[in-house]
Structures are given as structure tokens and as C-alpha cells.
């Protein structure tokens, strides 16, 4: 059996690399979303599309298994999507 200060360290050091990993998934997302956002300019396409962040939602929604609730989800991609706006300078 693991010592509680071993397994302490062993599940702080975890979540350190999942942060880590939280924000690499963060910043390959802004990328991909101003490239996209590029493409959409010289298409004459909107950059905002409310049914698609619907969408995004949902599936988020359906893909989670939790613990985090549906509020949470919602709430995540919100900030993630406001996010998205703030640091590529959407409209807001």
C-alpha cells in the first residue's frame, strides 16, 4: 500500500500535468480557431455561428461523463468560447 504522503504527491503531480495539458488543448484550439477564422474571412462567412456553438454544447453535454455536471459543461464552454473572443479579438 501506498503512504498517504507518497499517493499525496503522486495525485498533485497528476493534476499539475493535466493542467499543463488543459492549457496545450486550450492554445491548440485558439490556433485552429483563427485559422479557421482566416478562412471564414476570405470565404465572406461569418465568424460567429450561434447554431454551431449550440451544437458544440449538446455534444459536449452528451459526451460528458462526469462528474462534472450539464451546468458545468455549459459553463466551461462559455468560458472557453468568451475566452476564444477575448484573446483573438471576436466580437464579444
Known sequence: MTPP???FDE???RIAEN???IVAAVNLRLRLVAEL?????EL????LD???ERRLRTALREANEGPLSPE???R???ELLELTKRELGGPG
Open 76 to 78: 466551461l464552454v462559455a
Open 50 to 52: 450561434p447554431e454551431r
Open 11 to 13: 495525485l498533485r503531480g
Open 37 to 41: 477564422w482566416r478562412l471564414k474571412e
Open 5 to 7: 504522503e507518497e499517493r
Open 72 to 74: 458545468g459543461v455549459d
Open 19 to 21: 493542467d499543463a495539458a
Open 44 to 47: 465572406g462567412a461569418p465568424r
